[in-house]
């Protein structure tokens, strides 16, 4: 089944890279079919969508976080990277990836647990 797990530092320093990676198993990320995305949810607030890559490598990125934001990917690793630059403690949040598919987006059918980045020096 299908399985994404998001990994990285628990703390990050004000002007430094945020960098997260999710590793999917159960499916490939090269597959047509869907958008990868990062997502997170500050305390207290709503999700707040960050961005995705697709199956070509081409991305998508929230205009709020445009200048600021790049997600990568290895296919021969099955993952995907956000790097999230110069990060302040508006930042602080929980960051998720998930899938979507890309022919009814309005499904984000798997999700992985979660994990929080606090920017704090």
């Known amino acids: 089944h299908v399985q994404l797990q998001e990994s990285g530092p628990g703390l990050v320093k004000p002007s430094q890279t945020l960098s997260l990676t999710c590793a999917v198993s159960g499916t490939s990320i090269a597959t047509n079919s869907y958008y990868w995305n990062w997502i997170r949810q500050p305390p207290g607030k709503g999700l707040e969508w960050i961005g995705y890559i697709q199956n070509s490598g081409s991305t998508n990125y929230s205009p709020s976080l445009k200048s600021r934001t790049s997600i990568s990917r290895d296919t021969t690793k099955n993952q995907f990277t956000l790097q999230l630059d110069s990060v302040t403690p508006e930042d602080t949040a929980v960051y998720f990836c998930?899938?979507?598919?890309?022919?009814?987006?309005?499904?984000?059918?798997?999700w992985g647990q979660g994990t929080q980045v606090t920017v704090s020096s």
């Open positions: 998930a899938r979507q598919n890309r022919y009814r987006p309005h499904e984000y059918d798997y």
